[in-house]
């Protein structure tokens, strides 16, 4: 069925590295591909999303790259800081459904000071 | 108000109690979804409404539940003869257009515990 695969799980990095979190999904007909980022009894709030018609979009230190050939699109945060530590989620619009997004599991990124 | 509200933010039922889980949309939102995140995992999609039509329930785990929005605007999630399975939070989330292809805002949650 519908499936939106996401890893790591758990990622822990170094204050002031980059992290990347990867994706992968099922449904080739997807189009819209939305990043979530939910801290601890919070709700999801959206950080980023690309359409299919592009490859890559950049916001300050968030980027997100989409291959559509390979159905997998990742998360970079670059220069990480405290406040980034949260769970995010990457998610799927199955185009074929019109009515849902499939998130991923969800990744706890840990920020190390 | 400016955000989505769901109340109450925690109930705790005995089990085989009745619950029904409230959400206010963002005014003007034609889509509402509802979806339950157990603990440590992704939300799990429940059910979609397009204004007042339930367009999608497929992601109803059993006759249990049931989810309305009569008018287009405000959603009942209501679970019936709860068991401790079903202890989640409760995500309700709306969007502005007719499909969920743009930004999808999340309510805070409704703590369901099941005792």
């Known amino acids: 069925g519908e499936n939106v695969e996401q890893h790591p799980s758990t990622l822990s990095v170094q204050e002031g590295d980059s992290a990347v979190i990867k994706c992968t999904y099922s449904?080739?007909?997807?189009?819209?591909f939305p990043w979530y980022k939910q801290e601890l009894g919070k709700r999801p709030q959206l950080i980023i999303d690309?359409?299919?018609?592009?490859g890559e979009k950049k916001d300050q230190r968030i980027a997100v790259t989409l291959n559509k050939t390979a159905k997998h699109f990742s998360l970079h945060i670059t220069e990480t800081q405290p406040e980034d530590s949260a769970v995010y989620f990457c998610?799927?619009?199955?185009?074929?459904?019109?009515?849902?997004?499939?998130f991923g599991s969800g990744t706890r990124l840990s920020i190390r000071p | 108000g400016a955000g989505v509200s769901q109340s109450p933010r925690y109930k705790v039922a005995k089990r085989g109690q009745d619950v029904a889980l409230r959400c206010d949309p963002i005014?003007?939102?034609?889509?509402l979804f509802w979806y339950q995140q157990a603990l440590g995992q992704g939300p799990e999609f429940l059910t979609y409404?397009?204004?007042?039509?339930?367009?999608?329930k497929s992601g109803l785990p059993s006759d249990r539940f049931f989810a309305e929005r009569p008018e287009g605007s405000v959603s009942t999630l209501k679970i019936q003869r709860t068991q401790q399975e079903d202890s989640a939070v409760y995500l309700c989330?709306?969007?502005?257009?007719?499909?969920?292809?743009?930004?999808?805002?999340f309510g805070q949650g409704t703590r369901l515990t099941v005792v």
């Open positions: 989330a709306s969007s502005s257009v007719g499909v969920m292809n743009t930004e999808a805002f």
């Open positions: 449904d080739s007909a997807s189009n819209y």
């Open positions: 690309i359409r299919s018609n592009v």
């Open positions: 998610a799927a619009f199955l185009y074929s459904s019109a009515s849902k997004i499939i």
């Open positions: 005014s003007g939102h034609v889509s």
């Open positions: 409404f397009q204004n007042e039509a339930q367009l999608d």
